[in-house]
RNA sequence: GCGCCCGUAGCUCAACUGGACAGAGCAUCGGACUUCGGAUCCGAGGGUUGGGGGUUCAACUCCCUCCGGGCGCGCCA
């Protein structure tokens, strides 16, 4: 529902309650009431809860305070009608001259009116993906790289100033067992006996990775390279094809940040020292713990593993990580964690605000696991075993074929984020495969098509808007034509609540809902946008127009393309 | 065993964060244009929102409990 109405009803309710207050009629205090949008429409355009949450007070029947609420409401000038329904709610139904300047307004504003100016240029991180460089990029990865991105493309046209971070670990005993992979691959190309440790890298990539540096340096490296040498080239080698993945679906990062930088920094060791002065490390078993108990952890957790090496945990540089991006001074921070990490990011986080931090701007956005099904069941994936689809194939078979204006990344993107995060994705292959012209996402994008393809039959017909919109007749539309706006001018509101509560899947599921009532809307024959009477034609494409215009906002938001034609 | 997430139509999912009669898409069955794009539209069937209790004027939504599934409880990330 529109801001502007919203206070305005309020205004004019409180009002009606002071008047009533003054007359007699009520006794308590101004409850804390809602104005907001019902959910059918038919119920009007707006509704309050007033009568209800002062029954009690009142000791009254809902509908008669409804009663007395309405009896002292004044309507302002766009408030067509008034009326009691249901329980107690008092319904309030805006003029369609409300609604037509409203149209106006997002004809002339376009995207600054569909995208509501909340950031005010305040700095959000969003750190997402953040997968180590380890192998390529699985479904799962997709899922958060989508909707990190998403979130951050929400933020960026709200008023945010976005920075897209990726952190990786590359100091670890992950990086040494990559490295120890291609090492052994490497051997194997140059026909040396060599037998791939049991937790190594089994993928074909590895062999790649090999196959080149055999042809750029012979047998070099057989005896006595470092350990360094490999793991660079592997790190190089499977981030340009992260890289390379990432820009197929439309996702760039603006930082990167690695755990041995943290190293190298100092900053590890300045999140052990503070902590150890506040008591809250430990050290037995010959490791470096975190005390659980004074955090209101579960269990101790290891902060420097025992061992020569004295390494930290992924969890250390974790800790300086967050500190570090609070330090530069984010207004927010968003993270994008798969639900394996969620236990953890407590323990991170308990650590960072135990080192005097304020935590506050840091929010967290799971998303629970993809599940991939293929010939009717499920494929476990596992990188190290390498039994997993890549998000690279899944592209591949997901997308149309030939030649097209829209991006291979639509299928994918729109689906991975057609659902509430934090519920199970279930992507069947098969599906997506066999019926990829199905997709919702080809429903919306048609109905983009078929709107602009209106528009190049209108410049045939002779049949143009005026610059100075507010000419056209806007009187004319049908009532069906007015509960199409409706639905409309509410993504402002969508986009909103998007952003808010960090829920991009509001944004397909409304564009779903959209594009049907344009469909639906445009079948009928009576509903012919080109025809005899030009003044009516006129406001139908006016219409027109500003759908295309949400639907194109929209998708933009979602890094799914509005295609002109398909 | 403990913690977190989930359980809604045959399947995959929504439900404006406590509001009115729980809605879509697939799938099934039956229909629709001789002009703006049939990748569309119309209609039908399909539900005790996993079970039970509680809070509330109002519960899919909050609390308790049980059942079922996922994830975590690593000196892996």
Not at 528 to 540: F, K, P, T, V, W
Request: hydrophobic share 40%; with cysteine; net charge negative.
């Amino acid at each position: 529902m529109a801001g502007p109405m919203k206070e305005r009803i309020t205004e004019l309710l409180n009002a009606a309650l002071e008047r009533a207050r003054a007359a007699g009629q009520l006794k308590s205090a101004a409850p804390v009431f809602t104005v907001e949008a019902p959910r059918d429409p038919s119920h009007g355009d707006a509704a309050t809860n007033a009568a209800m949450v002062l029954a009690r007070a009142e000791g009254k029947p809902p509908r008669a305070i409804a009663e007395i609420i309405r009896a002292n409401f004044e309507p302002g000038g766009d408030i067509a009608e008034v009326s009691i329904a249901g329980p107690g709610f008092i319904n309030f139904r805006m003029a369609p001259g409300f609604w037509h300047r409203r149209l106006f307004a997002a004809a002339r504003e376009g995207e600054r009116f569909w995208y509501p100016q909340l950031g005010g240029g305040r700095k959000v991180n969003v750190e997402f993906l953040s997968a180590n460089p380890t192998g390529p990029l699985t479904v799962g990865h997709g899922r958060n790289a989508v909707l990190g991105d998403t979130i951050a493309r929400l933020h960026e046209a709200t008023g945010f100033k976005v920075v897209r971070e990726y952190y990786f670990n590359n100091g670890g005993r992950q990086m040494r067992m990559l490295a120890e992979s291609v090492r052994v691959r490497y051997l194997q190309e140059l026909g040396i006996d060599a037998q791939l440790p049991p937790d190594g890298y089994q993928g074909e990539y590895i062999r790649d990775i090999a196959h080149q540096l055999v042809l750029r340096n012979g047998d070099r490296l057989a005896q006595g390279a470092a350990e360094e040498i490999f793991k660079n080239a592997a790190e190089r080698a499977i981030f340009a094809d992260i890289r390379n993945t990432c820009e197929r679906l439309g996702i760039r990062f603006d930082v990167y940040t690695n755990e041995l930088d943290l190293i190298k920094a100092g900053k590890i060791d300045a999140v052990i020292e503070g902590l150890r002065k506040r008591g809250l490390i430990a050290e037995y078993d010959g490791a470096v713990w975190l005390r659980g108990e004074p955090l209101g952890l579960p269990k101790d957790r290891v902060l420097i593993r025992s061992g020569p090496e004295r390494e930290p945990t992924y969890r250390t540089p974790d800790i300086a990580y967050h500190i570090d991006k609070l330090e530069r001074g984010f207004d927010l921070i968003i993270d994008v964690f798969g639900a394996d990490h969620i236990a953890e990011h407590e323990g991170v986080a308990a650590a960072v605000r135990a080192l005097g931090y304020d935590i506050s701007p840091i929010r967290v956005i799971i998303y629970q696991f993809v599940t991939l099904t293929r010939g009717g069941e499920k494929v476990k994936m596992s990188t190290r075993k390498a039994t997993y689809v890549t998000l690279d194939e899944l592209i591949d078979e997901v997308s149309p074929q030939g030649e097209h204006e829209w991006s291979p990344a639509d299928v994918v993107r729109f689906f991975f984020l057609f659902r509430k995060s934090d519920t199970h994705l279930d992507f069947d292959i098969d599906l997506a495969k066999r019926q990829a012209p199905e997709n919702p996402v080809f429903y919306v994008q048609y109905a983009h098509a078929r709107l602009a393809s209106v528009f190049r039959e209108a410049a045939k017909a002779g049949l143009v808007l005026p610059d100075e919109v507010e000419r056209i007749d806007l009187t004319l539309l049908s009532e069906e034509e007015l509960a199409l706006a409706r639905r409309l001018l509410d993504l402002p509101e969508v986009v909103r609540t998007s952003v808010e509560e960090l829920e991009p899947h509001r944004i397909p599921f409304y564009l779903l809902e959209v594009a049907g009532d344009f469909h639906r809307y445009y079948n009928k024959p009576s509903n012919r946008i080109i025809g005899q009477d030009q003044e009516l034609s006129r406001a139908r494409l006016f219409l027109a127009g500003v759908i295309k215009s949400a639907i194109a906002s929209g998708l933009r938001l979602l890094g799914v393309s509005a295609p002109e034609r398909m």
